[in-house]
């Protein structure tokens, strides 16, 4: 398996544009995550999802973030309209379980 | 609430010298506790896992941890550090009731030749 795949790796944007990254799961894993990794925050579980319906949004920063799951080989998380302090590295993973996790390389966004 | 600390930023070890990453973690009931890896530009990987049994669990790259729940720590260990492990260690802690892991900030793991 080749693991789970992330694109872009890496996106440079401009304040106010919309962004979106996309996140390929594992084949046959039911859970996927949205984290984001900052050297101020750590890192934070933005979102995740079950057999590809939202279980908790809870750590989405704010209205502007938005994460969908069309279906069990997909995931987009959407910045709208984007902003500097959006900048990171957004990681997905998934996995068998909601705990034993299997991570994406990352994309790094700047926003400038 | 559940919570992890992870008391120091940096763990500075010669290569060839035992080394010790701490992770101590606040749960109600009993903890799942993880450790992961993440080296320059990669995503985290996973090394080990407890969620029952032996309090010494075996992971990959001759990494082990020792689940204390009377100090409430799990401390990630290896005999003898080698130069490529050097890498940013994250400690990780789910407990029942909860659905989600909730990670430490991480401590930069350094061992020099």
């Known amino acids: 398996d080749a693991g789970v795949i992330q694109s872009p790796r890496h996106e440079v944007t401009e304040m106010g544009q919309e962004v979106t990254l996309r996140c390929k799961p594992i084949?046959?894993?039911?859970?996927l995550f949205w984290y984001r990794q900052t050297m101020m925050r750590g890192l934070e579980l933005l979102i995740y999802?079950?057999?590809?319906?939202?279980?908790?949004d809870s750590g989405m920063p704010e209205d502007r973030f938005s994460a969908k799951m069309p279906n069990a080989s997909f995931s987009t998380l959407k910045i709208q309209p984007s902003e500097p302090r959006d900048s990171a590295v957004y990681f997905c993973?998934?996995?068998?379980?909601?705990?034993?996790?299997?991570f994406g390389p990352g994309t790094r966004l700047t926003v400038t | 609430a559940q919570s992890v600390a992870q008391p120091e930023d940096q763990v500075n070890v010669a290569e060839g010298n035992p080394l010790t990453v701490k992770c101590t973690y606040s749960?109600?009931?009993?903890?799942?506790l993880f450790w992961y890896v993440q080296y320059p530009n990669r995503g985290l990987q996973f090394l080990l896992k407890?969620?029952?049994?032996?309090?010494l669990v075996k992971g990959s790259y001759g990494f082990e941890a020792e689940f204390n729940k009377s100090q409430t720590s799990f401390h990630l260990k290896k005999p003898s550090a080698l130069v490529s492990d050097s890498a940013l260690y994250f400690c990780?802690?789910?407990?029942?009731?909860?659905?989600?892991?909730?990670f430490g900030k991480g401590t930069m793991l350094l061992v020099s030749p």
């Open positions: 999802f079950n057999n590809n319906v939202p279980i908790d």
């Open positions: 993973a998934s996995g068998t379980t909601n705990y034993e996790q299997y």
């Open positions: 084949s046959g894993h039911d859970y």
């Open positions: 990780a802690v789910r407990a029942s009731g909860y659905s989600t892991l909730t």
């Open positions: 749960v109600s009931g009993n903890p799942y």
């Open positions: 407890y969620i029952t049994g032996d309090n």
